[in-house]
């Protein structure tokens, strides 16, 4: 039978384990996450029309409306048009005109906003609900972010309609590669907490 001192030393020595794992696996975990932000972020293309007509070829395709413009080879200049896109899209009230037409409220439209890699806005429908998608409604959508976008000095903005899907949202854990929802534990902790309470039950034992 162990001794009330020494189960008192095994659980000092469990503890510490306990505490190192614990470290080295949040070390571990800041690692994984510091090598996502040292991945090198591709550079913008060259915004042109022959960008925006590429897009037409995608089987989400639906319809594109307004103007690509030539935009310069200089990054800077890039990334102007960007920012131009993203703040008339999201940084401004246009969320709340296109509110009415989300599929949340009734709507059609699964998401909208800036395609950086494509330098337009995008709008997508949601594929399951195609008949209830038209020129008409199309059209209606457009005006409303053309005339906004007008006042944020955007002319004839370039606006691409495609499918979209609803996504699926688990708060039990995140969503894998392969669509499985996955979990995230820290190594050993399972294994050091059934250990401490088979210690405990001794020392209550005792």
Known sequence: MLKRRNIGKWLTLIICVSVFLCASASADDNELNDSEYDEEIPALPNYGPELFEEIKNDP?????????????????????????????????????KIDPYMRSNGGSVVTFGCSGMGGYLYVEFDKNTPENINESIIDEIYQIIE?????????????????????????????????????????????????LGLLSLLVFKR
């Open 147 to 195: 005339d906004h976008c007008e006042k944020e000095g955007i002319n004839e903005v370039p606006v691409v309609f495609i499918w979209g899907e609803v996504a699926i949202e688990d708060r039990g854990g995140e969503k894998g590669a392969d669509g499985e929802t996955t979990t995230r534990q820290t190594p050993g902790f399972t294994s050091i907490m059934v250990i």
């Open 60 to 96: 989400r395709f639906i319809a594109a409306r307004g103007t690509m413009p030539e935009i310069g080879k200089e990054e800077e200049e890039k990334q102007k048009w960007i920012n131009l896109l993203t703040n008339c899209s999201g940084f401004s009230d246009l969320p709340f």
